[in-house]
């Protein structure tokens, strides 16, 4: 939003829109919020503006009760951002400042620590080291609110390097001791009752767990997000390419269950999401865990639950789980311009919230799509060169196997030219990699091409300008070239990936086609000459198809 004013209007409105792209302080109470709070209104001569969480509590403010502002979906500002701030914010949701410091995030970035501080803080308010600090104290809420973990233990496996930090934070924070945390989530009731949204994964469930690895039940998140979601197409999207042995889908279409293993830094993992079954009954969460943006058309949630072996990856699975389901997406700016299209307003009228998925493991999704075919093709791969449960789980029996177990002399290329570049680190596909030099250098290797590196930085780099022959290193090509795009996807920007599978679904673009520079979806113009067809996995939306 643009300035104060606008800001305040949309506090005043408790316009759940916002969560997340900005927050708001109280100075005579000493709390920050989120805009959509249900608390009365204060007064504009006691508000304060801040664009982070972070910036909040370095400020002096504590998270309010009513509406935990810490968990809100994140900003999709992050998504589209290419710049130095967009790239160190989707590194630090990732875990790199916990695992690495700050000197790390900087390595990542190509920049000196001392200008990554300069610019978050001029533009977040914060640091790394406190937004970082901000993402571990929800961390630890989870785990305080849905695990029996002792607090010593719980404050390790949150991140915290001492207990002293440990419970200062929380103080600071949450007005309140790790104790009386918990206590207040075991009187609220039990907490599978617990009505709340999650940026990083607010929790609900029983308390279980132990200090490194967690029950069987696992822990139980509610994943927010906002504005409409539509779960039917992301899960018809991800069935119809689960790879066996790593993914599975089980139940009928309309009340699905999402299930995949996942390789993390401290160990691995098997995540379950469910498939909203339809409108949600309103019912009175228990005081103090009120969140407006869970509840009517302004946003809901999804069930998740996941098995941890280490709880220190807690925050990073739940944040890929995020960026697989495009959960922090703004559907009402992609509307509005999408929208405004004569080809695609209808479309958007008739799937509002249509997501564009991305990747819990670039890695695998760039080795699976430079296999191509259909997913039994990349279960070869898992069952030769994966790494076994120890126990197999349903249908879910190994993880996807890591770029450095595919560099043999017997694994097919492109795949073994791929993986030694990633091994290697000449390529790399973390949340904060340069989408544009990562898209050409993956372009540049043998088998791959534009249109598969295209695809690449859509779905397993989260960039949501690409998909129309723009906001790509191939388009941008093609402009200098004299062979652009048509003006009309030209003005989808940022939002051409969603465009893009409208596209899909509507059948105005063959089913996982990738279009070249000077393309016209829906438009029937053929491709440019010598410019072959690119389907880098299945049809996006065959099951749909199969399913009427």
């Known amino acids: 939003m643009r300035d104060d004013e606008a800001r305040y209007e949309a506090v005043t409105s408790r316009d759940a829109r916002f969560d997340g792209e900005f927050f708001f302080a109280v100075v005579t109470t000493g709390i920050y919020c989120r805009p959509s709070c249900p608390a009365v209104t204060p007064k504009r001569v006691n508000v304060r503006f801040f664009p982070s969480a972070a910036a909040a509590q370095a400020a002096g403010f504590r998270a309010c009760r009513r509406c935990r502002p810490d968990a809100v979906p994140g900003s999709a500002a992050w998504n589209v951002r290419a710049d130095l701030v967009g790239r160190a914010m989707r590194l630090i949701g990732d875990g790199v400042v916990d695992r690495e410091g700050v000197g790390g995030l900087a390595r990542r970035l190509g920049y000196s620590p001392r200008q990554v501080q300069r610019q978050l803080t001029a533009e977040l308010g914060a640091g790394p080291v406190a937004l970082a600090r901000a993402r571990r104290a929800h961390t630890a809420r989870v785990l305080l609110q849905t695990t029996a973990l002792p607090v ?75 504005g409409p979601y539509a779960a039917a197409e992301i899960f018809d999207f991800l069935q119809v390419r689960a790879v066996p042995g790593v993914e599975e889908t089980r139940g009928p279409r309309g009340g699905r269950t999402y299930r995949r293993t996942l390789r993390l830094a401290h160990g691995s ?47 990073t699975a739940v944040q890929r789980l995020r960026r697989l389901f495009d959960l922090d997406a703004d559907p009402y700016a992609v509307a509005e311009r ?59 029996t190994h993880l996807f196997p890591a770029p450095g177990d595919l560099t043999g002399a017997e694994v097919p290329e492109p795949v073994r030219t791929l993986c030694t570049a990633l091994a290697d680190g000449a390529i790399t596909l973390d949340a904060g990699t340069d989408r544009g030099a990562t898209e050409r250098a993956l372009a540049a290797l043998p088998g791959i091409g534009p249109r ?55 059948g105005l673009l063959p089913a996982g086609e990738m279009p070249g520079p000077g393309v016209i979806p829906g438009s029937g113009r053929p491709l440019a000459p010598g410019e072959p067809s690119a389907s880098p996995e299945s049809p996006p939306y065959a099951l749909a198809a199969r399913a009427g």
């Open 269 to 315: 993992g098997i995540a379950e999401v469910d498939e909203p079954a339809g409108p949600r009954r309103r019912r009175r969460p228990p005081a103090g865990l009120v969140c407006p943006a869970a509840r009517g058309t302004d946003g809901g949630w999804l069930e998740c639950r996941l098995r941890l072996t280490d709880l220190r990856d807690l925050s």
């Open 452 to 506: 598969a590196a295209a695809y690449l930085r859509m779905r397993a780099l989260g960039d949501p300008d690409v998909g129309t022959g723009t906001g790509t290193a191939a388009g941008a090509d093609a402009e200098r070239g004299g062979t652009a795009g048509p003006a009309g996807a030209a003005a989808w920007r940022p939002w051409g990936a969603y465009a893009l599978h409208h596209l899909w679904r509507a």
């Open 152 to 226: 010593t233990e719980l404050a390790f496996a949150a991140g915290f390097a001492s207990i002293r930090q440990f419970n200062d934070t929380i103080r600071e924070i949450y007005a309140g001791t790790p104790s009386e945390l918990r206590a207040a989530a075991r009187n609220g009731g039990a907490a599978a009752r617990h009505t709340a949204a999650t940026g990083p994964g607010t929790a609900t469930g029983p308390e279980s767990g132990s200090a490194r690895r967690s029950e069987p039940t696992g822990i139980l998140l509610r994943l927010a997000y906002r």
């Open 338 to 396: 999408l929208g405004a299209d004569p080809l695609l307003g209808p479309l958007v009228a008739e799937r509002p919230g249509l997501r564009s998925p991305g990747a819990a493991d670039p890695e695998e999704l760039a080795v699976r799509t430079v296999l191509g075919g259909p997913p039994e093709r990349a279960a070869a791969l898992v069952r030769t060169y994966g790494k076994p449960l120890d126990a197999p789980d349903g249908g879910l």
